[in-house]
Structures are given as C-alpha cells and as structure tokens.
C-alpha cells in the first residue's frame, strides 16, 4: 500500500526536519546479511538453542528438543537451499533465515516455489531484522527463477504474519496453521546487481568484524600478561 499524504510548503520539507531526517536514516539504515555455509554450523546450533520452548514452538511449529534441533542443523543443505544470517560485532549470529527451495519434481521440471523460515534472539527483536532477511530472500529467490515465496507460520505466530503482509503476501488461515504466499516477478539487471553488490559489502563487514575480535582477543591476552608479569613484581618486591 502507497498511502497518499498531503502536500507540505517547499520551503519546509518533512525530510529537512531533525525527526523526519532520523526517520529517514533509519529507515534506510543498511543490514549486512551475510550468506552462511557448512562452517557456520556451530554458529547455527548456538543460535537455534538460545531460543526458549515457546520461540522454537513458534519457530518449528512444535517444541522442538536440544536434539531435534541438533539434527534441524545437521541436516541443512547448503548446496540445494540458502541460510542467511545476521551477526553483531562480537559476531554471534543474532537473526537466521533458512530459504528452503523446493526439489524438482517427478517429472524433471525445474520447481519454482521456495519456503522461508526465520528466527531473531529476543535482545535483538523490534529492529526490523526479520522484515529484512523476508526482503533479502525475496531477492535471492527472484534471481534463481522463483515465482512463489511461501511461509508456513502457526496462526498465533503474529509476528511473523506481520512480516509477511508487509512483504505483500496473501495470509491463508485454516485452523491453528496459516500460510502466507507472495508471487514473485522474474528478475531483472536490477536484482542482479542488487544481490552482487549486496553479498560483497556483507562479506566485506563480516571480514572486518573478524579483524576486530581477532584484535580484541590480542589486547585482552597482553593485558592478562601485563597483569600477571605485574602481580609477580609485586610478589618479588614484598
């Protein structure tokens, strides 16, 4: 939906405002979402474990157990589906997306449907991460021929009903299950790019969240030294 709003005087646009600028900015503050692979399996697990039973009710569509969620992650394909990820500085892995493309079928046609699911830690809700991962999902599943991006949500699941009526999906209820589907337009030179571009500045961001931890790391072992080097003078001098 486009909502219309009433012209304002040229001389004092919204967007000139300090409010209307912060606005701004954060609505189109960038997400680095990083494509994740079969090393970030333990970074996965760690993720999907912090969640109590209720997130990964809602998450999974039943309580699942450390051990079912251990076998969730030990069974991801990474060659046939994409798992995206969002990282802090301390680059514990703080929103997941698994974007699961559906097998071609028994007559060798190329399927173009793809299920997305979605979880972010509680410290890091009512940032805007789920909505994005939807957006960027979106876009990886347009570039690889996908016409219909669908979510299998628990009707309860209010929040994530929400995310998908904002991307523009068709919400069907029945019972105590829902089932959002959003048709997708092929993609373009646009999209193309936009996930080149994209992929390059998260995996750039994750690189330099490496070096600073790795620095971190290195400050904190000489500052354990210096410590020590300094409770053994003062041990000497007494």
């Known amino acids: 939906m486009n909502p219309t709003h009433p012209a304002r005087p040229f001389l004092t646009p919204t967007w000139l405002t300090a409010a209307g600028l912060g606005f701004a900015l954060k609505a189109w503050s960038w997400v680095p979402i990083r494509t994740l692979s079969p090393r970030h399996r333990g970074r996965i697990q760690a993720h999907l474990l912090a969640l109590d039973a209720r997130d990964r009710y809602l998450r999974f569509g039943y309580p699942a157990t450390d051990e079912q969620v251990k076998r969730y ?9 994409e798992i995206f ?9 703080i929103a997941m ?14 399927a173009r449907r793809a299920e ?7 410290a890091a809700r009512a940032q805007g991460y789920g ?17 219909t991006f669908f979510i299998h949500a628990l009707t309860e699941n209010t929040p994530m009903l929400r995310i998908a009526r904002r991307a523009g999906a068709a919400v069907d209820r029945s019972g105590s299950e829902s089932e ?8 373009n030179v646009l999209t193309r790019f936009s996930e080149l571009v994209e992929t390059q500045a998260a995996e750039f961001d994750y690189r330099m969240k490496e070096h600073a931890n790795r620095v971190d790391r290195l400050l ?7 410590s020590h080097l300094n409770a053994k003078a003062a041990t000497a001098t007494e």
Do not use: Q
């Not at 909505?131 to 016409?147: I, K, P, Q, T």
């Open 73 to 81: 992650v030990a069974s991801l394909d990474f060659a046939r589906d």
């Open 85 to 93: 990820g969002i990282f802090n500085r301390r680059l514990r892995l």
């Open 97 to 110: 997306a698994h974007l699961a493309y559906a097998a071609p079928d028994a007559c060798g046609e190329d």
């Open 116 to 122: 997305f699911g979605v979880t972010v830690l509680p």
């Open 131 to 147: 909505g994005r991962l939807v957006e960027h999902a979106v876009l990886h599943a347009r570039n690889r021929g996908v016409d």
């Open 180 to 187: 959002a589907v959003l048709r997708l337009p092929p993609d």
């Open 220 to 226: 904190e072992a000489v500052a354990e030294v210096k």
